[in-house]
């Protein structure tokens, strides 16, 4: 058994570190709020313009629709959006795997890595700084500093490019989806081209559309700008993610602590009473040998 400095040292400890789990988990709960209230207000926008631009992507032959012309992969890009530091449990890792695992489905294609988000970043140093275009920025998580709909819109106007100029001829993005505080699931959703559905296809409303001013026109107003609020609506969804799985993972970290303290506590007690009786022992014995 341990003496009882060292067990009071690791007391000292692990209480020191119940109250930093503790103040990082009512910090996470403080931020979840404000990212919750941001993804649950865009998600009604988000999901009805991504539904006329699907149907409208439909109804379009590849002449019209510039991104929803299917070609063969030669070269597919995967955006993974993860978050910049860790103490989150497996919130990153969940995506880093789906994209690896994702990644061996395109034996014959080059696989080009974008990441947002630090753990992104040194997933794609470690696996893809081979394959990865030079035109891929590497400094994507400056977009959590200040987190908009603007910085995040350049990176998808960027992509576009590069499907239009054909430098890539797939785009599929990786991202946590919020569920809930303790509960995200990884989604990995074909970016470009944009996906066509059948008629038959009752996920999705077939609405006739009239078109005003002109077809060609929102076409040209509506896709871009229906693929810039879908890549925000995955990087707002995993930054809500991100703080609810922080969160969850404080929680646990103080809860053991909390039960490793009171064990600690305990082995100490027990420590401190088996030292006294030692002494009682001691002193009664030298007492005994005194009379003798």
Not at 212 to 228: A, F, Y
Request: aromatic fraction near 6%; glycine fraction near 4%.
């Amino acid at each position: 058994m341990a003496n009882l400095k060292e067990i009071r040292n690791r007391i000292t400890s692990v209480n020191s570190t119940m109250q930093i789990t503790s103040a990082m988990k009512m910090v996470s709960a403080a931020k979840l709020k404000r990212a919750q209230d941001a993804i649950t207000q865009l998600l009604p926008y988000a999901n009805k313009l991504q539904e006329i631009q699907i149907n409208l992507s439909s109804s379009l032959d590849s002449s019209e629709g510039v991104y929803s012309q299917e070609r063969e992969v030669k070269n597919v890009l995967f955006v993974a959006v993860t978050s910049n530091r860790g103490l989150c449990g497996g919130f990153n890792n969940n995506v880093n795997k789906k994209v690896a695992l994702l990644a061996k489905e395109y034996p014959n294609s080059n696989v080009h890595f974008m990441a947002i988000g630090k753990k992104a970043q040194e997933f794609s140093k470690k696996n893809f700084a081979a394959t990865n275009m030079p035109e891929i920025p590497t400094d994507l998580e400056k977009i959590y500093n200040d987190l908009n709909f603007n910085s995040v819109a350049e990176v998808a106007e960027l992509i576009m490019d590069w499907y239009r100029e054909e430098k890539v001829d797939k785009v599929v993005m990786v991202y946590n989806h919020f569920v809930n505080a303790a509960n995200q699931t990884v989604m990995s959703e074909q970016f470009l081209p944009i996906e066509k559905v059948e008629m038959e296809d009752s996920s999705v409303s077939n609405a006739d559309y009239i078109f005003v001013p002109s077809k060609e026109r929102i076409i040209k107003d509506i896709v871009p700008k229906s693929l810039k609020v879908q890549l925000y609506k995955g990087v707002l969804d995993s930054h809500a993610g991100e703080h609810g799985a922080r969160m969850t993972a404080m929680h646990k970290a103080t809860d053991n602590a909390g039960d490793m303290l009171f064990d600690l506590k305990l082995t100490y007690n027990k420590a401190r009473q088996a030292a006294i009786t030692n002494e009682i022992l001691e002193i009664v014995g030298g007492a005994e040998a005194l009379k003798n």
